[in-house]
């Protein structure tokens, strides 16, 4: 008998929090604070500082696949930077043997031109 009381006082309290757990945002630890929860420390980045942000990682990629740190990948040095490996005739486009970073922000800059060529109405 006590087994069953204490079963249905375990099902009833349980049934009482489920409604208040349902009720948390998702992601929210209702533990927590509101003044200790982690929050950005600034909106996320847009337009000019987004673009800035998205080239400094950009950067940062090619500067890790420059193995000799000579700020040039070559064909092999480009494999650790899939995107330029894949597109590595069309961004050297001086038939060097070897990108820069220039170059391919230069074949960004003409493939988002060509996009934008393509959209527009004739």
């Given at each position: 008998?006590?087994?069953?009381?204490?079963l249905?006082?375990f099902?009833?309290v349980a049934?009482l929090a489920?409604?208040?757990?349902?009720?948390?945002p998702?992601?929210?630890?209702?533990?927590v604070p509101?003044?200790?929860?982690?929050r950005?420390?600034e909106?996320?980045?847009?337009?000019a500082?987004?673009?800035?942000?998205?080239?400094?990682?950009?950067?940062?990629?090619?500067?890790?696949?420059d193995l000799?740190?000579?700020?040039?990948?070559?064909?092999e040095e480009?494999k650790?930077f899939?995107f330029?490996?894949?597109?590595?005739d069309?961004?050297?486009?001086?038939?060097r043997?070897a990108?820069?970073f220039?170059?391919?922000r230069?074949y960004?800059a003409r493939?988002?031109a060509?996009?934008?060529?393509a959209?527009?109405?004739?």
């Amino acid at each position: 008998m006590k087994t069953m009381h204490l079963l249905l006082l375990f099902v009833s309290v349980a049934h009482l929090a489920a409604p208040a757990a349902a009720q948390a945002p998702i992601g929210v630890d209702g533990l927590v604070p509101p003044a200790l929860r982690i929050r950005p420390a600034e909106p996320p980045a847009a337009g000019a500082a987004l673009r800035a942000q998205a080239l400094a990682k950009l950067e940062a990629q090619f500067r890790a696949a420059d193995l000799d740190g000579n700020g040039s990948l070559t064909l092999e040095e480009s494999k650790g930077f899939g995107f330029v490996a894949s597109h590595f005739d069309d961004i050297d486009a001086g038939r060097r043997g070897a990108v820069t970073f220039d170059d391919l922000r230069a074949y960004l800059a003409r493939a988002k031109a060509d996009r934008r060529q393509a959209t527009r109405p004739d």
